[in-house]
């Protein structure tokens, strides 16, 4: 059947790509792997005929359709890990110290010259803002001076505690585990329980903290209400993160990151390949620093792995005493060609969000140390898909060390199981890539898209949980119970003088 032209030429039009877009983006977190996520993002929209400028602490270097503008922001890398495991390996801590953080880079990024120029031209030159939203709405407040539909990225999976505020929407703490929580899901009672009490004490503590540093430093965007965004980008795959209820305004991109691998140094190729009995591949990231980890846990490792078949590379900054003869060490590694290739059996990790999706996607078993934030509840969903082992480094002992790498390396088991997550990892009806460049010309295509948005966006914290419904039914049950009283208590005593009066005629 022939379709008529005017049909067709209006199905072109209505699905046509728009023209290219003008995009502001800004990366408020001075963490390495929080770039890297967003840095992909940005790419695939430059890399679809889209002009992108962004200000960012980690500049690469300008390209076609691509401008940076540099912002300097305090970083966090290679940490004592002692210092790291006390500062962020605490919710007390780790929650009020990302709020402080978050506001004082909002303040600098507002501060700087280009921004302020931006901010104050009373005019947009954009189409839409991307940004990082961490702990603080200040992330926000660009898209608010502007009057421009708001996208944020998430480089981890979803932050527990501002669910309710970037999402309208907050989880099911019988359901979805926390953020920071040491479990992929909560199936025991205690699970359960402990995930409740950290969502409400992680969202007491984000409200609390927020209110202290308005009263001691208050900001101009402290002064309007927080943009909503339109959208959000979150590092997140089901294979990866355990299913849960999702709005629509949250595309998940989990993986976006990873690269065609490249061609491996040559020094670090022979060793692989000169490998018998294949390669473990061992580093925790760019945050702490390997060699400040106490004596007795670099001990536990270098016993351990002196004893393993295999040859290890290991991420290690400076020199190494007693180094095992089958360990190389550099400060560091091209991790993604690494682990893709054929002759690596394990990956040993800290459990970083990028390191596990380069993990899924290469089909490399994980022995897990999770140090601190996402990094627990991301080893777990590994152990639960099959394809890995969870160990606590302060606790570490040789020989469990000895057993879990051998177990892991042997065993098929975890092998087969990280081969079938991986090809889970990549069936998908589009690439990360084409989801972004997709989702955000629908979101100018369509004003800002303020279709996606949850209702709850639109309802007070009472009405949200449902307090004046369960108000309302408290004094309807009641009512009724005191009707119920008053009813009986009148039959009772019409009852009671009818006794009284018929007892006399029957005597």
Same mark, same amino acid.
């Given at each position: 059947?022939? #379709?008529?032209v ?8 209505t699905?046509?790509?728009? !023209?290219?877009?003008q ?17 992909a993002?940005l790419?695939?929209l ?12 980690f500049?690469d270097g ?6 940076e503008?540099y912002?300097?922001l305090?970083a ?9 495991f ?5 919710s007390?801590v ?7 953080m978050?506001?004082?880079?909002c ?11 931006? #901010? ?5 030159n954009? !189409? ?11 992330t926000?407040y ?9 996208i944020?990225?998430?480089?981890s999976?979803m932050?527990?505690?501002?669910e ?7 989880s099911?703490?019988?359901?979805v ?8 899901v ?6 359960r329980?402990?995930n ?10 984000l409200i ?18 927080p943009k909503k ?19 629509a305004?949250?595309i998940q ?15 670090i190729l022979?060793?692989i390949?000169n ?11 760019s ?5 400040t980890?106490?004596?007795h846990?670099?001990n536990?490792f270098?016993?351990?792995l ?6 290890v ?7 190494m005493?007693?180094?095992p ?7 560091w ?12 059996k #394990?990956?040993?990790?800290?459990g970083?969000?990028?390191g596990?999706?380069e ?7 994980v022995?897990?140390f ?6 627990p509840?991301n080893?777990?969903?590994l ?9 606590d #480094?302060?606790t570490?002992?040789k020989?469990?060390?000895?057993k879990?790498i051998l177990?892991?390396?042997n065993?098929?088991k975890y ?16 690439s990360p890539?084409?989801?972004v460049?997709?989702?955000t010309?629908y ?10 948005r949850s ?16 108000v ?20 009772y005593y019409k ?13």
């Amino acid at each position: 059947m022939k #379709l008529p032209v005017f049909y067709i030429f209006t199905v072109l039009i209505t699905f046509a790509s728009v !023209d290219a877009l003008q995009i502001l983006a800004i990366e408020n977190v001075a963490g390495k792997s929080h770039w890297n996520f967003l840095s992909a993002v940005l790419r695939s929209l430059s890399d679809n005929g889209h002009n992108v400028t962004v200000f960012t602490p980690f500049p690469d270097g300008n390209q076609v359709n691509y401008t940076e503008v540099y912002i300097e922001l305090p970083a966090k890398v290679s940490m004592d890990a002692v210092d790291t495991f006390n500062t962020f390996g605490k919710s007390e801590v780790l929650i009020p110290l990302v709020m402080t953080m978050t506001r004082h880079f909002c303040n600098i990024i507002y501060e700087q010259k280009d921004m302020l120029e931006i #901010l104050n031209s009373g005019k947009s030159n954009f !189409d839409i803002i991307i940004t990082e939203v961490l702990s603080s709405e200040c992330t926000s407040y660009v898209a608010f001076k502007l009057d421009l539909p708001l996208i944020y990225v998430i480089p981890s999976p979803m932050v527990s505690n501002i669910e309710h505020s970037v999402l309208g929407d907050v989880s099911n703490p019988a359901t979805v585990s926390h953020l920071m929580a040491h479990h992929a899901v909560p199936r025991t009672f205690a699970q359960r329980f402990s995930n409740v009490v950290l969502l409400g004490f992680s969202l007491f503590a984000l409200i609390y903290k927020e209110m202290e540093l308005k009263k001691i430093d208050p900001q101009p965007y402290d002064l309007v209400k927080p943009k909503k965004p339109s959208l959000v980008f979150m590092n997140t795959h089901h294979i990866t993160d355990a299913p849960r209820p999702m709005p629509a305004s949250v595309i998940q991109v989990g993986g976006i990151h990873l690269k065609t691998p490249k061609s491996i140094p040559n020094d670090i190729l022979e060793f692989i390949e000169n490998s018998p009995h294949g390669v473990i591949y061992f580093t925790f990231g760019s945050v702490v620093s390997m060699s400040t980890l106490p004596d007795h846990i670099q001990n536990a490792f270098k016993e351990a792995l002196a004893q393993v078949p295999q040859r290890v590379l290991w991420k290690y900054e400076g020199e190494m005493k007693d180094k095992p003869i089958n360990v190389m060490t550099s400060k560091w590694f091209p991790q993604r060609d690494i682990l893709m290739h054929p002759n690596v059996k #394990l990956f040993i990790s800290h459990g970083g969000i990028s390191g596990v999706y380069e993990a899924v996607d290469a089909g490399v078993p994980v022995l897990g140390f999770p140090l601190f934030y996402d990094q627990p509840r991301n080893i777990e969903n590994l152990v639960d898909a099959g394809m890995g082992i969870s160990m606590d #480094l302060l606790t570490i002992q040789k020989n469990d060390l000895l057993k879990n790498i051998l177990e892991l390396t042997n065993n098929e088991k975890y092998t087969k199981n990280a081969k079938i997550t991986s090809e889970r990892f990549k069936d998908r009806p589009m690439s990360p890539a084409e989801s972004v460049v997709y989702w955000t010309e629908y979101v100018v295509r369509h004003k800002g898209a303020p279709h996606l948005r949850s209702h709850a966006f639109n309802l007070t914290w009472y009405q949200y949980f449902l307090l004046d419904v369960v108000v309302v039914i408290l004094i309807f049950i009641a009512l009724v119970i005191l009707i119920t009283y008053k009813v009986f208590k009148i039959v009772y005593y019409k009852c009671l003088k009818y006794s009284q009066t018929i007892k006399p005629k029957l005597e």
